[in-house]
């Protein structure tokens, strides 16, 4: 167990819809990062978050946003969803002190289906 | 642009030492190169992380030449426990600024 807690654990919706997916951190941890996981593009970084702020940023869509909250948990808003976006969505932590940290912590996960 | 190649795929047997290699070019120069295992239906569980030379720590060895072009995670004396797949893992600056690039991951079968 990473201490990185994720909900929902599986998700199913049709096409065009908007889903919020949500990521609490290990204790301690301030930084949060999301990643796509498909078969066929691999694990993909989306965006880290540091202390509430943005700090990196990869290959997210514009449909796609996120933030972390005052308490440091944080969301993925997936919108106008399309059957490409069903993938695994992975939340990790970090302590996050110095920039982007290698050492992350992931959590289980969170399979969308676009149907 | 970065790119990270990994062989698709690996098969060992019990025992064995494994040696897994990532080519990567135009990472960022003070970064780090990270490696991470993943089992189904888990995240990535992190296992090294090193700059240059070798490093070890109690699961793996991780040797980067001084080029910095290519990475190899060392596994001694696998078990059938460490079927997984393995990534690499290297930062790249962009224009947005910083990203995280996994490899495409290579699959280890060990078998008895």
């Known amino acids: 167990d990473s201490g990185v807690t994720q909900t929902p654990k599986h998700l199913i919706t049709a096409t065009g819809q908007r889903v919020t997916l949500r990521c609490s951190p290990r204790?301690?941890?301030?930084?949060v990062y999301w990643y796509q996981q498909s078969l066929d593009q691999g694990l993909q970084f989306l965006i880290q978050y540091y202390n509430g702020e943005e700090r990196a940023k990869g290959n997210i869509l514009e449909r796609f946003s996120a933030q972390q909250f005052p308490d440091l948990h944080s969301e993925l808003n997936l919108s106008s969803l399309e059957l490409g976006d069903s993938a695994l969505y992975f939340c990790a932590s970090s302590e996050g002190a110095s920039g982007v940290d290698y050492e992350q912590y992931f959590g289980p996960g969170t399979r969308l289906t676009v149907t | 642009l970065a790119k990270t190649t990994q062989p698709i795929s690996m098969d060992s047997y019990e025992g064995q030492e494994v040696n897994i290699t990532c080519s990567h070019n135009?990472?960022?120069?003070?970064?780090?190169i990270t490696w991470y295992q993943q089992f189904p239906s888990q995240g990535p569980r992190f296992i090294i992380q090193g700059y240059k030379t070798k490093v070890t720590n109690e699961v793996a060895s991780l040797f980067i030449p001084a080029d910095r072009k290519s990475s190899t995670l060392s596994l001694p004396r696998v078990s059938l426990s460490d079927t997984a797949v393995y990534y690499c893992?290297?930062?790249?600056?962009?224009?947005?600024?910083?990203?995280?690039?996994f490899g495409k991951g290579t699959t280890l079968s060990v078998s008895s």
């Open positions: 204790s301690g941890d301030l930084s």
């Open positions: 893992l290297v930062v790249l600056l962009n224009q947005a600024g910083t990203a995280l690039i």
């Open positions: 135009n990472i960022a120069t003070n970064d780090y």
